[in-house]
C-alpha cells in the first residue's frame, strides 16, 4: 500500500502524512512583508491536509528578492506578519515551513504577469550581485560580490534562520537552485 498518507517523522518534527507542499513564489508581499493573501493561500494547503507547507522563496536581504513582490524576513519587522500565518498552519495540523533565498544575479525581475524581465531601478529594481561580473544570459550584469558581501549573505541567511523560528516556522530549507546565489551548477 502506498506509504503517501503515513506519517513521518522528521527529527524532532512528526508530520501527518508524506505530502509536502512545495514552495511557489506568490509575487504578493509588500517590501517582503507577506498579506492576507499568504494567510489564505498557505493556510488553505494545510486546511486541505498536506503533512507539510513550505513558504514560497522568503528573501534573507532586500536585494536577494526574485522580484519586488517576494516575501522576505530580513528584518524584525517581518516576523509579525509571518505569525498568523504560522499559527493558522500549525492549528491546522501541518508543519509550518520556510524556504530561505537569496536571487544573486537573477535578482530583481517583474512578476510574471508582468512580464517577468529585469526591473531598472528606474522602476523599482536595483543593483544585483553575483559571484563574478558575469551576466545571466541578457540580464544585467551583477557586481562582482567581495568577501565582506559573502559574510553579509552569510550572516544574513543566519538572522533570517533565527526569525524565521521567531516567526513560527518549524522547519527551514535553504534555496540553492534555479541559478540563484547559492547554485552552483
Ligand atoms: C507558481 C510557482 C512558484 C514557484 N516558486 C518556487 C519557489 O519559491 N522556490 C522553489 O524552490 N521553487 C519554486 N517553484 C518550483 C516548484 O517548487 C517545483 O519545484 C516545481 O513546480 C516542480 O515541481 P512539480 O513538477 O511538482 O510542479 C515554483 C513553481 C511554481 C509553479
Request: glycine residues 10%; contains cysteine.
Amino acid at each position: 500500500m502506498s506509504q503517501l498518507f503515513h506519517p513521518m517523522q522528521l527529527r524532532s518534527l512528526a508530520a501527518r502524512n508524506r505530502i509536502f507542499v512545495s514552495p511557489m513564489c506568490m509575487y504578493s508581499a509588500v517590501a517582503g512583508t507577506v498579506q492576507d493573501w499568504h494567510l489564505v493561500h498557505l493556510g488553505g494547503l494545510a486546511v486541505g491536509g498536506a503533512g507539510l507547507v513550505m513558504a514560497e522563496a522568503t528573501a534573507v536581504l532586500p536585494e536577494g528578492r526574485i522580484s519586488p513582490d517576494d516575501a522576505g524576513l530580513w528584518t524584525d519587522a517581518h516576523v509579525a506578519a509571518w505569525q498568523p500565518v504560522t499559527r493558522f498552519i500549525r492549528q491546522h495540523g501541518a508543519i509550518a515551513a520556510v524556504q530561505l533565498a537569496h536571487a544573486g544575479r537573477k535578482a530583481s525581475t517583474a512578476a510574471p504577469w508582468q512580464g517577468g524581465k529585469p526591473v531598472t531601478a528606474a522602476d523599482g529594481g536595483w543593483q544585483t550581485l553575483g559571484p563574478s561580473p558575469i551576466a545571466f544570459g541578457a540580464y544585467p550584469e551583477p557586481r562582482a560580490m567581495t568577501l565582506a558581501d559573502i559574510d553579509a549573505v552569510v550572516a544574513a541567511f543566519v538572522a533570517a534562520t533565527q526569525r524565521a523560528l521567531v516567526a513560527g516556522f518549524q522547519c527551514v530549507e535553504i534555496h540553492a537552485a534555479h541559478g540563484y546565489l547559492l547554485h552552483h551548477p
